[in-house]
C-alpha cells in the first residue's frame, strides 16, 4: 500500500492550493479517503473526508474549511485531491492525505506536505 503526495506547497493569503494523493496497493474505490492537517506545536485536525463510491462519495468537511476547501477523488486514477481556496496565514502546516478516516494503529498515510501561506 502505499500513498504519494504532491502538489504546491506555497501560496499566499487567499490564494488557492490543490494537493494530490496518488495511492496503489489497495482498492482505491471500496475505501473511504481523508486529508488531515498539523500545525506546529498541534494535534492533527481532519479537514476532509470523502466516500467510497458505494456511499456516494459524499464529501464532508471540518467547520473551518467549509465553503473553501474541496476535496474530490478519481477512482479511475486512484487519487485523492484537495483544492483549497482562499487561504488564511494561520493555515500553514502540514497536510496528509489518509486512507479511511477513523485514526488507528497501522493505517496508510501520505508522506505529508509543509504548505506556507505568505502574506
Known amino acids: 500500500v502505499h500513498l504519494v503526495q504532491s502538489g504546491g506547497v506555497s501560496v499566499q493569503a487567499g490564494g488557492s492550493l490543490t494537493l494530490t494523493c496518488a495511492t496503489g496497493g489497495f482498492i482505491f474505490s471500496d475505501y473511504y479517503m481523508s486529508w488531515y492537517r498539523q500545525f506546529p506545536g498541534q494535534e492533527l485536525e481532519l479537514v476532509a473526508s470523502?466516500?467510497?463510491?458505494?456511499?456516494?462519495?459524499?464529501?464532508e468537511y471540518a467547520d473551518s474549511v467549509k465553503g473553501r476547501f474541496t476535496i474530490t477523488r478519481d477512482d479511475v486514477k486512484d487519487t485523492v485531491y484537495l483544492e483549497m481556496k482562499k487561504r488564511k496565514p494561520e493555515e500553514r502546516g502540514v497536510y496528509y492525505c489518509?486512507?479511511?478516516?477513523?485514526?488507528?494503529?497501522?493505517?496508510?498515510w501520505g508522506q505529508g506536505t509543509q504548505v506556507t501561506v505568505s502574506q
Open positions: 489518509k486512507r479511511g478516516v477513523t485514526i488507528y494503529k497501522g493505517d496508510y
Open positions: 470523502i466516500a467510497s463510491a458505494n456511499h456516494g462519495a459524499r464529501p
